[in-house]
């Protein structure tokens, strides 16, 4: 059973000045440090990347940037998705020229009520038919309005260029059923790491996670907790990774996130306007949060 891409990876931020250029040498110095950690690969142009937010040279350009900053032994996945299958296909083979390992393509969101499992199924076939690389679904309700049914998922994970899911929502039903229904070298990850605990214990192989930009250590330890079914010790770590999870998740989302990584000496930079830095008041929240931490697990008083 080869599943090249279960482990812990972390979708990285794009760093903008405060011009709103996207500052590579930020770029650069980040993903090298990550690069010392226990992480299995990265994720660029993901969520917290602002994907969205970029134009297309700017996403060529993102991806040129890290894969450089990344050894051919740590995998490298791209998000790819666009709103229409061609836009996705073409994005993905650019991604696939640029040397990336995978691609993650999320649903297509604008048209949203059309989007059933046979149009879903449909675009991910397409899409995987013509891509170089293998690809990744990637659901992501909270922020598309899609979410992808079991129905779809189990008849795309028996496409032979489809090798996985990230399933970014917190339902551990609907992950657990993604886990069953598909095939034992179909890799799911969870996103969520509110609850990631619970998707390990769920089956997940693994997890794409904005907690691990921050935690690397510590969100690999979860995952090793889980697999040696030492689930006290693992759920006692979920209790204590919460807050900060919850803060740079869903209470605050990507400014929070940004700011974060400046608290633990990375570079968070800007975040693309419309959206604002953090006030003030998260930040302090945020520096409580991890001062909170440091006392329960002191190995965190040392930056990754």
């Given at each position: 059973?080869n599943?090249?891409?279960a482990g812990v990876f972390t979708?990285?931020?794009?760093?903008?000045t405060?011009g709103?250029?996207v500052?590579?040498?930020a770029?650069?110095r980040?993903?090298?440090r990550?690069m010392k950690?226990?992480?299995?690969g990265?994720?660029?142009?993901g969520?917290n990347g602002?994907?969205?937010q970029?134009?297309?040279?700017?996403?060529?350009?993102v991806i040129?940037?890290?894969?450089?900053?990344?050894?051919?032994?740590?995998?490298?996945?791209?998000?790819?998705?666009r709103e229409?299958?061609?836009?996705?296909?073409a994005a993905?083979?650019?991604?696939?020229?640029?040397?990336?390992?995978?691609?993650l393509v999320?649903?297509?969101s604008?048209?949203?009520?059309?989007?059933?499992s046979?149009v879903?199924?449909?675009?991910?076939t397409?899409?995987a038919?013509?891509?170089p690389v293998?690809?990744l679904?990637y659901n992501?309700?909270?922020?598309?309005g899609v979410?992808m049914?079991?129905d779809?998922?189990?008849?795309?994970?028996g496409?032979p260029?489809i090798v996985?899911?990230k399933?970014?929502?917190?339902d551990?039903?609907?992950?657990?059923?993604?886990?069953s229904?598909?095939?034992?070298?179909?890799?799911?990850l969870?996103?969520?790491a509110?609850?990631l605990?619970h998707a390990?214990c769920?089956?997940c192989?693994?997890?794409i996670?904005?907690?691990a930009?921050l935690l690397p250590d510590?969100c690999?330890?979860?995952r090793?907790?889980v697999?040696?079914r030492?689930?006290?010790?693992?759920?006692a770590?979920q209790?204590?990774l919460?807050?900060i999870?919850r803060?740079?998740?869903t209470?605050?989302?990507v400014?929070?996130?940004?700011?974060?990584?400046d608290?633990?000496?990375y570079?968070?930079?800007f975040?693309r306007?419309?959206?604002r830095?953090?006030p003030q008041?998260?930040?302090d929240?945020l520096?409580?949060q991890?001062?909170?931490?440091?006392t329960?697990?002191?190995?965190h008083a040392?930056?990754?």
């Amino acid at each position: 059973m080869n599943k090249r891409f279960a482990g812990v990876f972390t979708p990285i931020v794009t760093p903008f000045t405060a011009g709103d250029d996207v500052d590579e040498g930020a770029l650069r110095r980040n993903v090298a440090r990550w690069m010392k950690t226990p992480l299995t690969g990265l994720v660029v142009l993901g969520s917290n990347g602002e994907a969205a937010q970029l134009d297309e040279a700017e996403a060529d350009r993102v991806i040129d940037v890290v894969r450089a900053e990344t050894p051919a032994g740590r995998p490298l996945i791209a998000g790819t998705g666009r709103e229409s299958t061609r836009a996705t296909i073409a994005a993905t083979t650019r991604a696939a020229r640029a040397g990336v390992d995978a691609v993650l393509v999320r649903t297509p969101s604008f048209f949203k009520a059309q989007m059933t499992s046979d149009v879903l199924v449909r675009h991910y076939t397409q899409v995987a038919d013509a891509s170089p690389v293998p690809v990744l679904l990637y659901n992501v309700t909270m922020f598309t309005g899609v979410n992808m049914q079991v129905d779809a998922v189990e008849c795309l994970s028996g496409h032979p260029n489809i090798v996985g899911i990230k399933e970014s929502g917190s339902d551990i039903g609907l992950i657990a059923e993604y886990v069953s229904r598909t095939p034992a070298d179909f890799t799911v990850l969870a996103g969520s790491a509110t609850t990631l605990f619970h998707a390990l214990c769920a089956g997940c192989d693994g997890a794409i996670l904005a907690l691990a930009m921050l935690l690397p250590d510590e969100c690999v330890r979860m995952r090793e907790l889980v697999a040696s079914r030492q689930l006290d010790q693992a759920s006692a770590l979920q209790r204590q990774l919460l807050p900060i999870a919850r803060s740079v998740g869903t209470a605050y989302g990507v400014a929070a996130l940004k700011a974060a990584l400046d608290l633990r000496g990375y570079e968070g930079g800007f975040p693309r306007p419309p959206l604002r830095p953090a006030p003030q008041s998260v930040i302090d929240t945020l520096t409580r949060q991890f001062q909170e931490l440091a006392t329960l697990i002191p190995e965190h008083a040392r930056t990754s």
